[in-house]
């Protein structure tokens, strides 16, 4: 008794793509492609933030935007003279955002289309708060941004050298001199990138 078996052209187009060498890097390049471009796009959002553009000019200048046009941003955030907070943010935009396997996987194929999958990996907003801690303190200076800084009452703005920031100090009493309201900074750029990878 013969078997029948009935002949799927479909899978059998699918695997002849999935073990195309030349497809497959057509796709990468793609993927490449768009993952540089979007790469480029959260880079260019993170340099042009309020947030990146007051801590790049570091204890330099005062009438902060974010302090309701008075004080120093880098100092009220305690950072020491000479340190460069942003360096390590930019990194992870840089180095992180990439194509995790080049080979990929073949989705869909159609008699004259197909849809190559790529694991795309980007930094989490988990990773970044992990990775920018204060100084003087446990806690993440992005999520400060994001979420409230506590005591910003109580700090004052004078050139000294008992300040680690060379510009401010904290008093023990509220002074009232400045306003700050957490501020939209890493999340809203990593949660585009993830919306525009879907």
Aim: hydrophobic letters at 35%.
């Amino acid at each position: 008794m013969a078997i029948r078996k009935k002949l799927d052209i479909k899978q059998l187009l699918k695997k002849k793509l999935s073990n195309s060498k030349v497809l497959q890097n057509l796709a990468y390049g793609s993927a490449k492609k768009k993952t540089d471009a979007l790469r480029k796009e959260a880079l260019g959002e993170f340099n042009k933030h309020v947030v990146t553009k007051e801590l790049e000019k570091g204890n330099t200048g005062m009438g902060s935007a974010l302090l309701g046009g008075r004080g120093n941003f880098f100092g009220f955030l305690g950072f020491n003279q000479g340190e460069q907070p942003l360096e390590i943010i930019r990194d992870a935009f840089e180095n992180h955002v990439k194509i995790r396997n080049k080979k990929g996987k073949l989705k869909k194929a159609g008699p004259t289309s197909y849809l190559w999958e790529f694991d795309i990996s980007i930094p989490s907003k988990t990773e970044i708060y992990a990775v920018t801690p204060l100084s003087w303190s446990s806690g993440s200076w992005v999520k400060g941004v994001e979420r409230g800084v506590t005591n910003y009452a109580k700090t004052i703005f004078r050139d000294s050298e008992r300040s680690r920031s060379g510009i401010a100090l904290q008093s023990k009493r509220n002074i009232g001199f400045i306003t700050f309201r957490p501020t939209p900074y890493i999340t809203p750029i990593i949660n585009n990138l993830k919306k525009q990878l879907k």
